[in-house]
């Protein structure tokens, strides 16, 4: 059974923008913490932003500024607004959801409950 479904990846050049969604139940959306991460080949998977059941966010220093969460309650969707892309941020991105408070999550110190199946992002110089 998906419990996360995530759309919104593909290609763009440099100094453009995506926008990722991370839709699920009712339930995940208003109980957990959700958040994205991305990963690229070799490396971990990395916290880029994540928000709790308040709206409490965390960003990732090298997205700070140019990447921003937003949530529809009606649709019980999280979105991933992504602004000003280069080329580092070039990845395959995953939405994440958790009961654990979204700080364990964003440093993905505990396992979370629910990833999705991922999106590429991919950003061309």
């Known amino acids: 059974q998906v419990q996360l479904v995530e759309s919104g990846g593909g290609s763009v050049q440099a100094g453009g923008s995506l926008r990722l969604a991370c839709g699920t139940s009712?339930?995940?959306?208003?109980?957990?913490?959700m958040g994205w991460f991305r990963q690229t080949p070799g490396n971990e998977r990395e916290g880029v932003a994540a928000?709790?059941?308040?709206?409490?966010?965390l960003y990732a220093d090298s997205v700070k500024g140019r990447f921003t969460l937003s949530k529809d309650n009606a649709k019980n969707t999280l979105y991933l607004q992504m602004n000003s892309l280069t080329p580092e941020d070039t990845a395959i991105y995953y939405c994440?959801?958790?009961?654990?408070?979204?700080?364990?999550?964003?440093?993905?110190?505990?396992?979370?409950?629910?990833w999705g199946q991922g999106t590429q992002v991919t950003v061309s110089a």
């Open positions: 994440a959801a958790d009961r654990s408070n979204v700080r364990l999550l964003f440093n993905l110190l505990v396992p979370p409950d629910y």
């Open positions: 928000i709790d059941e308040d709206g409490s966010t």
């Open positions: 009712e339930h995940i959306y208003s109980t957990y913490s």
